[in-house]
């Protein structure tokens, strides 16, 4: 099977957010486009601190109902791609607040709130015949920072060839929500925003 250039799908995604017939579709386009850079706010991080010692007896009940809220974001970021691959786009925007970014560094731009957001996967997930990631390493790093790369397996739409790619994924937490995701095709770059941000926000 041959392997398709990353640049062909890219061309082929524009050509169809920007040259459809339908007035639906370009509709949808006008929906998503790309924010400007900068254009964003930034995101405040919002963590729960961890009481002091005391010396009167511990309330077990207490510290246990609160640590049973407390996200599993590993968990979250493995059924966010199981989600993916099952082309469930709901349970994917169930984690993305109203004010959520997602940040492709200038291969489609940057997508502000749920709208832009869902409309961009919409359209990229419907280039391709199959779809399927594949996790190759997760990590939290604290102070609500994941780090995954993923090996991404693509057919697009009428071609019997493959794109085949690793990226890392960048994601900040806000209370168990995407508060941004950031696509990093070079690895180690992406590892160390990653490092960077977990350390900014201890």
Same mark, same amino acid.
């Given at each position: 099977?041959?392997?398709?250039?990353?640049?062909?799908?890219?061309?082929?995604?524009?050509?169809?957010?920007?040259?459809?017939?339908?007035?639906?579709?370009?509709?949808?386009?006008?929906?998503?486009?790309?924010?400007?850079?900068?254009?964003?706010?930034?995101?405040?991080?919002?963590?729960?601190?961890?009481?002091?010692?005391?010396?009167?007896?511990?309330?077990?009940?207490?510290?246990?109902?609160?640590?049973?809220?407390?996200?599993? *974001?590993?968990? +979250?970021?493995?059924?966010?791609?199981?989600? %993916?691959? $099952?082309? @469930?786009?709901?349970? !994917?925007? &169930?984690?993305?607040?109203?004010?959520?970014?997602?940040?492709?560094?200038?291969?489609?731009?940057?997508?502000?709130?749920?709208?832009?957001?869902?409309?961009?996967?919409?359209?990229?997930?419907?280039?391709?015949?199959?779809?399927?990631?594949?996790?190759?390493? *997760?990590?939290? +790093?604290?102070?609500?920072?994941?780090?995954? %790369?993923? $090996?991404? @397996?693509?057919?697009? !739409?009428? &071609?019997?060839?493959?794109?085949?790619?690793?990226?890392?994924?960048?994601?900040?937490?806000?209370?168990?929500?995407?508060?941004?995701?950031?696509?990093?095709?070079?690895?180690?770059?992406?590892?160390?925003?990653?490092?960077?941000?977990?350390?900014?926000?201890?």
């Amino acid at each position: 099977m041959t392997a398709l250039a990353l640049q062909d799908v890219e061309v082929a995604v524009r050509s169809r957010l920007a040259s459809s017939d339908r007035a639906e579709h370009k509709r949808k386009a006008r929906r998503f486009l790309p924010v400007r850079d900068g254009g964003s706010e930034a995101l405040d991080q919002l963590f729960l601190s961890s009481a002091p010692l005391q010396t009167r007896p511990r309330d077990t009940h207490r510290v246990m109902a609160e640590e049973s809220t407390t996200p599993d *974001l590993v968990e +979250l970021v493995r059924r966010q791609l199981e989600a %993916v691959n $099952r082309r @469930d786009l709901d349970a !994917v925007m &169930s984690l993305c607040p109203p004010d959520g970014v997602y940040d492709t560094r200038g291969a489609f731009g940057v997508y502000e709130g749920t709208v832009a957001i869902r409309g961009f996967l919409e359209e990229w997930w419907g280039t391709f015949a199959e779809l399927r990631f594949e996790l190759e390493e *997760l990590l939290d +790093l604290g102070n609500g920072v994941t780090f995954s %790369v993923v $090996r991404e @397996d693509a057919r697009p !739409v009428g &071609s019997t060839g493959y794109v085949r790619r690793r990226e890392a994924y960048v994601i900040e937490w806000v209370e168990g929500m995407v508060a941004r995701l950031t696509v990093y095709d070079d690895i180690e770059e992406g590892r160390a925003a990653a490092e960077r941000l977990a350390k900014e926000g201890g």
